[in-house]
């Protein structure tokens, strides 16, 4: 009898790749992303203008194998220094760092920023296949237990060993028996396009503002790509508000799971549950259809969520698609997003007379998530915060410092 | 119907009347009997000049026929220079030698559309300003006084007063010196400015009332804040009244940074808000600067093809002007102070790109917008291509930037920047600034191609044919923009964003698989290693003086900048004009501060993916 189990691939490597602060020069790394990927590696970007600590923030509770820089208008020496010295102080100088900025960065530069911890850059000309093999070659790891590491460094850890199928034996090693705070888990599915992530990153800012202690997880699902296996996994350069210590924002890649979620969702969903950590969860799929359900809330089984936030825009296609739609029915919160759409004023009758069907109470929740402070999503926050019995009480409006530079 | 397919239409449109206008010309005397009188009228004003080794030549060469159907061809098709649809140029006489006015948006305002004589009348309100140099140096290094050294390094060079100044990544991103985590950036890659202090080190020294001054800032979403600085700076050195005077350009292109540069801070619509706050502002308060530069410099170079690149920033341009005019501004008050700047590199398109976007520009605005004609011409400033110049054996870059500078003098942009050789590695350094302005003086002053006669390619067969296939390319985008909704509704959808990284993408590819050869890089490659040419880099040392000073600033105004702000507050609030207010606050606030405040009222953009 043929092996039923063909030999497990190696996870694909995750490399985190950004532009330094005060640098909007994302064309040489928008071509190396699509190359990355291209190449079967998973691609955290996290966009330009990225401060040293945005960098090193993500690079930890992404638990990549490498970052890598892109500097196209100077001041890389002290930049990349400064990434590589961050994540040193803070436990995580095994992650190394390599970039390149065409002409700009001189050999004389290498010389200096190899001294300094960088650990390569590529110059103007390079071939790129002979650099994605490079990558390859030169920054696979497994990933193992690794008992040093601390805070959301751990975290990642043990959702990086549960996304390679290594099982959640390593759960203990995030259990906080401190710490014990309720945490409410949210799931957010709906179609693609319709601002799941831009959403998701309002209610954010909501949070932090409400409550000026507490700490937020976010779970972004991305699909991989059929044939090479990688994945370009890009929600965190919308996610403004995402950008501070206390969210942690993870990317999954599906590595093929056609639930909606990657395969390690319910896993890391417990990781994040049991550290203690956080007072509320976002699980956000990957773009879904008519009959899927993510989060498990149909059948008899244990559903992974406390709750299911369903989000739609208002091109959904007609009344007989909104009545295929399954997760409809059993959704908790309906948000339909993008209201600044000519489409939203049928949209939301046409909804809501679908959601009445249901005899649940179900109400609809207009949102312009793209619009700053929106009352929709203040409003549908609350929702949320209700339900949840978030403890939302002990924020204000200035809880959240509007940070200038993203 | 989003203005961009009646734009579109209106193309086509003109395009039918000349046609029609041209057979009209072949079958009914009366009309060719009209034509023939006046190009023998406009034949005749041209004066005749001769070369230094005695060939005479005509001043303005006009196509060689006297035939009705060809001259209307040519004039309503191509436009005499100065005259509707502009292709040619817009305006009579550029570049010519000595004691001819030449291309000078303010002063021949008033006066090229009445031009009749070969020799344009000057400007009354200017009687010193005979000739305008189309050079601009853009410089930006370290700290505001090295700038402005390097400044009076350039200027030594330079008849008139021109200063065109680069910022650095701080400053383009609103930040203070003092930011967590800016410090290396500070001075790299152009100069610091945080307080309205360093403005003024910045122009110590220069008369910018000069009639012959002209000072530009490549600044973007803080731009209302450094103009702010910039005339408060120049009403404590110059008196109040000084503010009508100067003159100068601004960039506050907010669309091309959503679409391809990436320096935003606020939201799109807060953004374009504060921009036409400050358009509103200067058109009657400065009615000598360009309170907007719409770039396709920066859309280029992050991978846009050259028809892209046209396309993308007159459909920006005609957003821009739509948007004014549904906030009640007069299209003929606002239209003459948009002005346009474009990437020049090596692709044959950009043989008549500039020529292109003059004509649709013009014809959209005259049959869309209902502009006169000071509001339909387009005033370009051109700038050789940064990302065609390569590390690799850098000597070459100054053949590069040669080249594209011939073909920004053939479209006739009515002011240019070229690029110096040593910029893949670092921030121009003297020596190749100062080979970068010669590079400008050889093409115009030592070599007679452009100084004897004006239009001598004008016309060619070559030339038409790529303009018309150009012409065509740009219409398309247009029409699949309108489909989209219109610019900002395409925006929205990512549209230019994919198409410029798709095109970027496609340029690295050629150049990988060979395809596009580049000297050097992919072919004839000597294997010479890297140059060590001298960087020009700001010193840690400099670095901690600029944060010093802002300190030193924000703590001599720490009593008033509070209230300041919460003015500022109040009136962005309050849906007020936030520059007019501007102004004041830039007097006890540091650039920091003003950003901050704002972004608490309008909130942060949200990068697209």
């Not at chain 2, 960087?535 to 000073?549: C, E, G, H, I, M």
Request: some cysteine; overall charge neutral.
């Amino acid at each position: 009898m043929a092996a039923a189990h063909p030999p497990r691939p190696a996870a694909p490597l995750r490399i985190l790749t950004a532009v330094p602060v005060c640098d909007g020069h994302d064309s040489a790394v928008t071509t190396i992303n699509i190359e990355l990927a291209r190449h079967g590696l998973e691609v955290i970007y996290l966009g330009y203008h990225q401060s040293a600590a945005a960098i090193v923030r993500a690079a930890i509770q992404e638990d990549v194998n490498v970052v890598g820089l892109s500097s196209y208008n100077g001041g890389h020496i002290v930049f990349f220094k400064e990434v590589a010295d961050q994540l040193k102080k803070s436990g995580n100088g095994d992650i190394p760092v390599f970039g390149g900025g065409g002409g700009t960065i001189t050999k004389a530069d290498e010389r200096v920023m190899k001294r300094q911890g960088t650990d390569r850059i590529y110059f103007a000309g390079t071939p790129l296949d002979a650099m994605m093999a490079e990558i390859k070659k030169d920054y696979a790891r497994a990933a193992k237990p690794n008992a040093k590491f601390k805070g959301d460094r751990a975290l990642a850890r043990a959702i990086t060993i549960a996304e390679s199928g290594l099982g959640t034996r390593h759960l203990s090693l995030v259990t906080s028996p401190q710490k014990s705070r309720r945490c409410f888990v949210v799931g957010v599915a709906g179609p693609g396009g319709a601002g799941k992530s831009t959403l998701i990153d309002e209610l954010t800012s909501r949070f932090l503002r409400s409550n000026p202690t507490g700490r937020i997880a976010l779970l972004a699902n991305d699909p991989s790509h059929p044939d090479s296996g990688g994945a370009i996994l890009g929600d965190r350069v919308s996610a403004i508000y995402a950008q501070d210590d206390r969210v942690f924002f993870r990317s999954l890649a599906t590595r093929g799971n056609l639930t909606g979620l990657s395969a390690a969702a319910p896993a890391a969903i417990d990781i994040l549950k049991q550290s203690g950590e956080f007072d509320l969860i976002f699980v956000e799929s990957v773009g879904v259809g008519q009959e899927s359900d993510p989060f498990r809330i149909f059948g008899k089984g244990r559903k992974l969520v406390d709750a299911t936030l369903f989000v739609l825009a208002p091109y959904y296609g007609g009344l007989i698609q909104l009545q295929k739609i399954a997760l409809l029915n059993g959704a908790d919160l309906v948000a339909l997003n993008k209201c600044d759409h000519p489409m939203a004023h049928t949209a939301k009758a046409e909804i809501q007379a679908r959601l009445d069907q249901n005899h649940r109470e179900q109400k609809l929740h207009p949102t312009t998530a793209a619009k700053h402070f929106d009352p929709g999503v203040d409003a549908l926050f609350t929702a949320i915060a209700k339900l949840g019995r978030l403890d939302v009480s002990r924020g204000g409006e200035k809880a959240c410092s509007m940070e200038v530079s993203s | 119907m989003s203005a961009l397919g009646k734009i579109a239409d209106s193309v086509d449109a003109y395009n039918k009347f000349v046609a029609a206008e041209v057979a009209r010309a072949r079958t009914e005397e009366k009309f060719a009997a009209e034509l023939r009188a006046k190009w023998a009228k406009l034949h005749a004003s041209i004066e005749m000049t001769s070369s230094p080794t005695g060939t005479p030549l005509p001043r303005l060469a006009l196509p060689s026929t006297d035939e009705p159907g060809a001259i209307a061809e040519y004039l309503l098709g191509q436009g005499f220079p100065g005259q509707f649809p502009y292709a040619t140029a817009a305006y009579r006489e550029m570049y010519l030698d000595r004691e001819v006015e030449r291309a000078d948006p303010s002063a021949l305002a008033s006066s090229a559309a009445a031009a009749k004589s070969p020799r344009a009348e000057v400007s009354p309100r200017h009687p010193a300003k005979v000739n305008e140099e189309p050079m601009r140096l853009f410089a930006g290094l370290g700290l505001a006084e090295d700038t402005n050294a390097r400044f009076k390094y350039l200027q030594r060079h330079q008849k008139s007063l021109r200063l065109s100044t680069a910022f650095d990544g701080p400053t383009l991103y609103g930040l203070d010196s003092d930011h967590e985590g800016v410090l290396g950036k500070v001075g790299e890659g152009g100069v610091a400015i945080d307080t309205v202090e360093d403005m003024t080190r910045l122009f110590a020294g220069f008369d910018l009332t000069r009639t012959d001054a002209s000072v530009s800032m490549t600044m973007n979403a803080p731009a209302p804040v450094i103009l702010a600085m910039f005339i408060a700076a120049a009403k404590h050195r110059f008196g109040p009244g000084c503010v009508p005077n100067l003159r100068g350009t601004i960039q506050a292109d907010m669309l091309k940074e959503v679409q391809a540069q990436n320096e935003v801070i606020f939201p799109v619509d807060a953004s374009l808000r504060f921009l036409c706050d400050m358009i509103e502002w200067c058109v009657p308060n400065m009615p000598k600067w360009y309170p907007v530069s719409i770039s396709g410099y920066h859309i280029a170079e992050a991978g846009a093809t050259p028809v892209q690149q046209a396309a993308f920033t007159l459909s920006n341009g005609f957003t821009y002007a739509g948007l004014l005019k549904a906030r009640g501004a007069d299209v003929n008050a606002f239209g003459p102070r948009l002005s346009f700047f474009l990437d020049c590199g090596l692709d044959v398109e950009y043989l008549v790109l500039g020529r292109v976007c003059r004509r649709l520009w013009a014809i959209g605005m005259r049959d869309v917008f209902g502009a006169d004609a000071k509001a339909q011409i387009l005033k370009l400033h051109t700038q050789t291509s940064g990302r065609s110049l390569i590390a690799a054996e850098f000597q070459n870059n100054l053949t590069r930037t040669g080249l594209e500078l011939m073909m920004a003098y053939m479209n006739y942009t009515n002011s240019c920047h070229s690029n110096s050789a040593d910029e893949p590695f670092t921030t121009p350094t003297e020596k190749y600034a100062l080979l970068a302005s010669h590079g400008q003086s050889i093409i115009l002053e030592e070599s007679g191609v452009f100084k004897h006669t004006m239009n001598l390619f004008g016309g060619a067969p070559g030339l038409l044919a790529l303009e018309r296939q150009v012409e065509k390319g740009i219409l398309d985008v247009f029409r699949e923009m309108d489909t989209l909704g219109g610019v900002i509704a395409a925006m929205e959808q990512r549209y230019q964003r994919s198409k410029i990284q798709e095109a970027g993408h496609n340029y690295e590819k050629q150049i990988y698989a060979g395809q596009r050869p580049i000297i050097g890089l992919n072919k004839y490659v000597s294997h010479e290693p890297l140059p060590s040419v001298p960087l020009a880099r700001t010193s840690p040392t400099k670095q901690r003086l600029q944060v010093s000073r802002l300190k030193a600033f924000k703590q001599k105004h720490t009593k008033k900048s509070p209230d300041a702000l919460q003015k500022l507050e109040n009136v962005a609030r309050s849906g007020g004009n936030v520059f007019g207010e501007l102004v004041n606050t830039v007097e006890v606030c540091s650039l920091g501060q003003i950003t901050a405040c704002l972004t608490n009222v309008v909130g942060k953009f949200r990068p697209m993916v």
